[in-house]
């Protein structure tokens, strides 16, 4: 019998998730059907209901719907709840589970799939949104010698850190940054969606620097210019990140883990 699954977002026209759990579900053996839903603004839980009473076993959760997903749950994980959000659900008798997987995906990709492994390195991280939220605990389990968040709404920042609270993570303004260089720069804002650049001075790329874009299928953004002319020896975009944290969600309900690099392969669009 096919299992069923979805992703849920508004909009949600392009989303690569079914192409993606479609390729891991081939390559693994795995008799799934995995669809997409747009939800609506007003009724998310209504949405999510529906499919779960039509036999649905799991969603993935994309924006805007991620922080609903997280209040709708009876059982989020830590991960969840420190993100304040869910990415994935997992429906199991009469529970409601709820995970997060796009911190873990992001840092499997940077560690794994591009071999920069964070122990020991000097990591800024641009943004204090909701990715950034997911991605911190994940990191600083990692290890880095330091770990620098900036925003431009500086409290903000301040005030995430505060929750976290530990010794690696400190916070600055963007206009702090000058005359320090970083191992690997993360853009984990939006402003890449409209085309912006954040406000971090050329100057934290070193050569070896890993610049990491969160977004994907934009080509070379602003910051990823930014880093190639102050060069930086490696260029990234999410492409990794949206496959890994899918690898992971896949291996939650099925207990298979399926083989990313020819996903990977096959959604790279090159950095030009
Ligand atoms: P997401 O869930 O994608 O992280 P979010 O929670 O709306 O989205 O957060 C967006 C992040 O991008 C924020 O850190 C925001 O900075 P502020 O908190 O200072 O607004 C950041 N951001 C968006 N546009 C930006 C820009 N043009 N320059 C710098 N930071 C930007």
Redesign the pocket.
């Known amino acids: 019998m096919t299992d069923h699954y979805a992703v849920i977002g508004r909009p949600i026209s392009h989303t690569k998730s079914p192409l993606i759990h479609g390729l891991f579900a081939e390559g693994a053996g795995q008799d799934i059907h995995y669809g997409a839903i747009e939800g609506s603004l007003e009724h998310f839980a209504v949405d999510v209901s529906r499919f779960r009473a039509s036999g649905g076993l799991g969603m993935n959760v994309t ?1 805007p719907f ?1 922080l609903q997903a997280f209040a709708l749950a009876s059982h989020p994980s830590e991960r969840a709840r420190l993100a304040k959000a869910a990415n994935a659900l997992k429906f199991e008798n009469d529970q409601v589970l709820a995970d997060n997987f796009d911190g873990i995906g992001l840092l499997r990709d940077i560690q794994h799939n591009l071999g920069t492994p964070l122990n020991g390195k000097r990591v800024l991280l ?8 997911g991605a911190l605990l994940p990191f600083l389990e990692a290890g880095p010698a330091e770990l620098v968040m900036v ?3 500086l409290p ?2 301040q005030a995430l850190a505060q929750e976290i609270n530990h010794p690696r993570l400190t916070v600055r303004p963007y206009s702090a940054l000058d005359g320090d260089t970083f191992d690997l720069v993360i853009n ?4 890449s969606l ?1 085309c ?4 971090v001075p050329g100057s934290v790329f070193s050569h070896a620097a890993l610049a990491y874009e969160l977004a994907y299928g934009k080509g070379l953004t602003p910051f990823l210019s930014l880093a190639r002319e102050h060069g930086s020896a490696h260029l990234a975009d999410g492409v990794g990140m949206l496959v890994e944290q899918a690898a992971e969600a896949f291996y939650w309900w099925r207990n298979v883990r399926p083989d990313t690099r020819p996903v990977i392969d096959r959604l790279t669009v090159p950095l030009t």
């Open positions: 924006a991620k641009l943004g204090a949104g909701g990715a950034v939220r925003n431009r709404d903000k920042a984990a804002t939006s402003a409209t912006q650049l954040p406000p």
